[in-house]
Nanobody
């Protein structure tokens, strides 16, 4: 079992910044991947960014250059630094745990953290 707890969401004006955190606990061993997803009202959940065991990262085109995913392995904490936020970034953001090599096919999810960007 893996438990994921997000924090750091909130409301910000367009152009602003937020940082999301995700505290992971439980069976965090071996090769795995951590990722951030988001879901806006009326839209499907989409992968935003992922980081694997080697520290390699991938990003959705819509956030590349604005968002940065990182991980503190000592504390099993995942981060998402979001800069130059746009109204279209408004969504519920979810932290996810996946097997290595399947970063965008998670097996565990956090409860979500709301991000709202106003114009």
């Amino acid at each position: 079992q893996v438990r994921l707890v997000e924090s750091g969401g909130g409301s910000v004006q367009s152009g602003g910044s937020l940082r999301l955190s995700c505290a992971a606990s439980g069976y965090i061993y071996g090769d795995y991947c951590l990722a951030w997803f988001r879901q806006a009202p009326g839209k499907e959940r989409e992968g935003v960014a992922a980081i694997d065991g080697d520290g390699s990262t991938t990003y959705a085109d819509s956030v590349s250059g604005r968002f940065t995913i990182s991980q503190d392995k000592a504390t099993n904490t995942l981060y998402l630094q979001m800069n130059s936020l746009r109204p279209e970034d408004t969504a519920m953001y979810y932290c996810a745990y996946a097997p290595e090599g399947a970063c965008y096919y998670p097996t565990y999810w956090g409860q979500g953290s709301q991000v709202t960007v106003s114009s």
